[in-house]
């Protein structure tokens, strides 16, 4: 069984309804184990409409948590300073979003995927 990590703008397409999205989301479901950075987590809420509570609730229930570790934060910062290295700005958020996927050894699930081109890191570009 594979672990697959989901980016916040994943989550939202699924929430509003975004049927290319939805399907890709329950594909990955049925084959593997659907995981969150508490970062993600946080975004997915705080992005959330009116309305939309319930929804965004079980979504994210049906998702594993991982939590920002020591190691998820070092290794973060690690990412940070190679963009910073390269003469890439790297926000925080997305630096722990990618650590958590690259020490599950998980793919990572995005549509943004220029904010993720760190090495090693397995991005899988999402159209919605």
Known sequence: MSDFVLDSDVLIWHLRGNAK????????????????????????????????ERGTAT???????????VEVADSAAALVRQGRGK?????????LIAATALLRNAPLYTCNPRHFAFDGLDVRPVTH
């Open 59 to 69: 979504l994210l229930d049906a998702c594993l948590t991982e939590p920002v570790s």
């Open 21 to 52: 999205v939805a399907a890709l989301v329950s594909t990955l479901a049925s084959s593997g184990r659907l995981a969150v950075s508490a970062i993600t987590r946080t975004e997915v809420l705080c992005g959330m409409l009116p309305g939309e």
């Open 87 to 95: 003469g890439v700005v790297v926000r925080v958020p997305d630096a």
